[in-house]
């Protein structure tokens, strides 16, 4: 479990978001063209920014396998010429920095070697990349440093792969892997380090596809390190720049779900250590090991491009490609097994790993959350951190194919209660995995001995399972949201200018007001703090949910939870790279407003005071914020619902929040945000801002 959320425990900070995009439709928030003095000092402010987090968390979670952490000690290249001197210099700094305070060395097989440096920078050559700075050749450019791709590799192996266990980083040699996966993995680090470093990589990634589909191993049945590639690339496009990355990304992903079926993916057998391998010779071990973890990898290659799938899917409400039953494959193997760093150790963690686990097909333990009997749940209760996030988008996708059955369908096989037993039974499987999400997060920090907490490796895990709950929590709270709400009609109602890749016409707002204004309206302010369950914060037991008339009051009471619990912890934290989180604060805030601005007026003085804005003084966004989500979020009868103008707190407080995020689609968001806010009250608040 341990290497999963671990989402980062170094300092790196999300830093304000640079206004000066290329263009509003390319818009990745990092400057474009910048002189050769400024590229040198590029080089030196990212060494310092990677210098600094070592120093902020003594990097005792960053990829660590054997209990400590140690970045490589890397030769330095010898200056091309006297104008690079200062930049050779700051990182010699930088690798002296970079040692772990003990004077271990790093893991070698994450190690670059000046080869294949040589070879990564002839590939990036041949794809013709348009750099930020025109002036400077590639082999001189000071973030292809082989420092600074060092520390990107490092980036990727601590940030992205962690979170999404794609790699089975024991059994990976970075001297041995195919350029252009190295490539891949150097790029998505690239975007968690500086922000020219994640321009840099934008401007590498926009030419980087030809390369793939033109390599002698790009074929209808493509090697493992193909189809990780090109997930990759797919995941970089998606969630790490702007809108054009985006689109290309959506265009090109029924290709990896195609090649993906031509594989053995889908149904691959990861087999374990022979059964005496306490006695069989080393290199048979060996050979069993790196076996068995192909195969694992090709199952979690399916697994993680399913995951990516049906968030697109579900949060975006684009078209779901691969649906849950094609998933014929067990789960993933336990933690400590996909964790052990040797043939040995691998065989001793498969000994011990609980063999139930190991033959739950990842079918099985989804039904088991449908039927949501006693005895079918108790099966999946020992799964660990990934199989859990596994079978919530499981059910996320059995959620899209309902939906998708009932609208294609024309309303003939969902006639009375059809819709609404399917929703209910969706919300019910919900449930019963956070239920089960809480208990095994609760056990996570039960075993943690309290006295230990104030040891700072173990105080940073409790903070790490924190955010890791939080972060998958958010995304409970907003398929719930999207359960009771059509969140591409409220964007639009917002004032999105595009959906779907589409400009957003008239006919289409009006039409999406009619249909927010009709959601929010269809129940008494009376109904809006009802209690709609009676266990712990689900809608398990009598709830309404089966009553049309709640659907907004049940969205806006998740969004507010959301918000109320969650948004001061990850607003603030590296849970923010973890690619649901920002989209799940935007929707929960779109959401929150929706029901309050397209409710029908309660009253004239509301009317008015909707009209000129209130007549504060000093404005408080944040207080305001807290006091609506606080109120939304009570379950008392007596809660009454909020003024529309309370609302301004909240969006723009939580535009000023996702503004950090390096992320061309929550950028858009954020515009929309901003617009809800008066402009008489964000001039007033940034004149107080300064």
Partial sequence: MTGFYKLMADSWSLTPVDREFTSQEDAVPLRIRKGCLQSRQTAQQHMEHLNASKKGYDM??????????????????????????????????????ARDPKGNRGREWFKLREETWNSLLALI???????????????????????????????????????????????????????????????????????????????????????????????????????QTILLVECFGKSRAGQKQHDMSHLFHGLLINLIRRSDCQSVKATGPPADSSTCAGELLESSWRKWAVAEQKKRLAMVCFIWDTQHAVLFCQSLCMSAFELRLDMPCEQMVWEANTASAWAAAWKHENSSSRALPF??????????????VAQARHLGAFPRVLVLHGIMATFWDMQRREQTSLG?????????????????????WKDDFDSYCESLLESIPRQQCDNRDD???????????????????????????????????????????????QKDYLRSARVVKRWAAEQSPDDFGRDSSSGGGGLSSPVSCSDLKSDARLAAWHASTLLCDSSSLLLQSPAMAVFHVPWCLYLATLTC??????????????????????????????????????????????????????????????????????????????????????????NQYEEISD
């Avoid at 079918?363 to 079918?376: D, E, F, G, H, I």
């Avoid at 209910?424 to 499987?429: M, V, W």
């Avoid at 601005?597 to 408080?620: F, I, K, Q, T, Y």
């Avoid at 309370?646 to 969006?651: F, I, M, P, Y």
């Fill in 125 to 227: 050559e041949s794809a013709n990349p348009c750099l930020p700075d025109i002036n400077i050749a590639i082999q001189d450019e000071p973030l292809l440093e082989l420092m600074s791709l060092q520390s990107f590799l490092d980036l990727y192996f601590t940030r992205f792969n962690t979170v999404y266990p794609l790699l089975h980083t024991p059994t990976f040699l970075a001297d041995k892997a195919e350029p252009l996966l190295l490539l891949s993995l150097l790029l998505l680090g690239a975007t968690y380090s500086t922000k020219e470093a994640h321009q840099l990589a934008v401007c590498i990634h926009d030419v980087i596809r030809p390369s793939i589909f033109a390599h002698a191993g790009f074929s209808p049945k493509s090697h493992l390190w193909t189809l």
């Fill in 593 to 682: 407003w929706a029901y309050h601005h397209a409710r029908p007026w309660l009253s004239p003085s509301d009317r008015n005071d909707h009209v000129d804005g209130g007549d504060e003084m000093v404005w408080d966004p944040e207080g305001e914020m807290l006091g609506l989500v606080t109120d939304m979020a009570k379950r008392s009868t007596a809660a009454s619902p909020p003024r529309k103008t309370q609302t301004n707190g909240l969006v723009w407080s939580m535009s000023e929040g996702l503004s950090k995020v390096r992320w061309g689609i929550v950028h858009a968001g954020v515009v929309v945000l901003r617009g809800l806010v008066p402009q008489r009250l964000i």
């Fill in 412 to 432: 003939v096989i969902t006639q009375g209660d059809g819709s609404r037993n399917w929703r209910h039974l969706i919300a019910q499987a919900y449930d019963t």
């Fill in 363 to 376: 079918l099985t333990a989804l039904k088991c959350y449908l039927a949501r009997s006693s005895p079918s």
């Fill in 60 to 97: 005792g979670a960053t990829a660590n396998i054997d209990g400590q952490m140690a970045i490589p000690r890397l030769p330095s290249r010898k200056p091309s010429s006297k104008v690079f001197k200062a930049k050779d210099q700051a990182h010699s700094r930088a690798a002296k920095a």
């Fill in 459 to 505: 105080g940073r895990a409790v903070d790490e399972i924190a955010l890791f709950a939080a972060s998958y929590k958010a995304l409970y709270r907003t398929l719930h949201l999207i359960l009771h709400a059509d969140i591409l009609d409220i964007q639009i109602y917002a004032g999105a200018k595009k959906i779907l890749g589409r400009p957003v016409q």
